[in-house]
């Protein structure tokens, strides 16, 4: 059994990536479910298998407990984990290739607080892979992309696991955009040079720091863009899961060598 959580800050795109995921995958006779873990979601674009909401309801907790929004996600975030166990015996009683999870929309209740490694230590196998959603949208300049990649860099020094990160919504990018994207691992010349001509040499010389650590991070060696909305790059980071999975099993489906050199269009 695989399990790929989506984390990422709000509105990043992980509703909607577990749902394409999860169709790519079923199209590919691969048995998979879907857990949801955010007990605040009104709306979600599929139907969870497997469901937080059952166990956990944001507005009671809010009622009471006469908390507010924020007091609320954290109370939900902690009662959350308290239903782990349960939550993985529903899992295991499907017994599926894999396990899809989608986190809270509050990223950091997940990433950063105690509930959330409780939650991902319960609800795991020896194949556990973070999906690091980093939004196109912000992430349009050298040192916004910079940023985002610290943010994934804390994300995977608090839940300890291998992390994929992927640059979503990459429909919504230019031509231009995409290079920086595409280019950030490979040319670090060319990105330093590309924050040299931003706007704000304070700007540009602390991205230049950050960079520098995060060249020196183990885990980030690649960024993965993707779109749900035209399915680019889904076949990318499948590939991408599997090296990191160990790849090789009969399980797995054959999808070619892995590119990230290439752009998809
Ligand atoms: N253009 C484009 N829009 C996308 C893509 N993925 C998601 N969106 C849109 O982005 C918005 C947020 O998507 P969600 O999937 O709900 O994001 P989320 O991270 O689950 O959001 P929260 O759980 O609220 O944090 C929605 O309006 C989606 O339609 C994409 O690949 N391309
Ligand atoms: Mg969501």
Request: glycine letters at 8%.
């Amino acid at each position: 059994m695989f399990y790929v959580y989506f984390v990422g800050t709000a509105g990043s795109g992980k509703s909607t990536l577990t749902h394409i995921f999860s169709e790519w995958l079923k199209e590919r006779n691969q048995d998979t479910l879907i857990v949801n873990l955010d007990p605040g979601a009104k709306w979600l674009p599929y139907g969870p298998d497997v469901d937080v909401r059952d166990f956990v309801s944001f507005e009671k907790v809010m009622q009471e407990f006469m908390l507010g929004p924020n007091g609320a996600f954290i109370a939900c975030a902690d009662l959350t984990a308290s239903f782990a166990d349960k939550l993985k015996e529903e899992v295991e009683a499907e017994n599926p290739d894999y396990v899809l999870v989608d986190t809270p929309g509050q990223m950091e209740l997940f990433a950063f607080r105690e509930a959330g490694r409780v939650l991902i230590s319960t609800l795991c196998s020896d194949r556990t892979a973070v999906v690091y959603l980093i939004d196109a949208t912000l992430a349009r300049r050298p040192s916004s992309l910079a940023a985002s990649l610290l943010l994934s860099a804390s994300v995977q020094l608090s839940l300890l696991r291998p992390q994929v990160n992927v640059l979503s919504k990459s429909d919504l990018l230019t031509g231009k955009d995409l290079e920086i994207a595409t280019k950030w691992f490979e040319n670090v010349e060319y990105i330093y040079t590309m924050m040299l001509r931003e706007e704000s040499a304070l700007l540009g010389s602390l991205s230049q720091n950050i960079l520098n650590a995060l060249m020196e991070f183990e885990g980030l060696t690649s960024i993965i863009p993707v779109s749900s909305k035209t399915g680019g790059g889904i076949d990318d980071l499948f590939a991408y899961l599997q090296r990191v999975f160990g790849g090789g099993g009969e399980e797995f489906v054959d999808v070619g060598p892995f590119r990230i050199d290439e752009p998809w269009h």
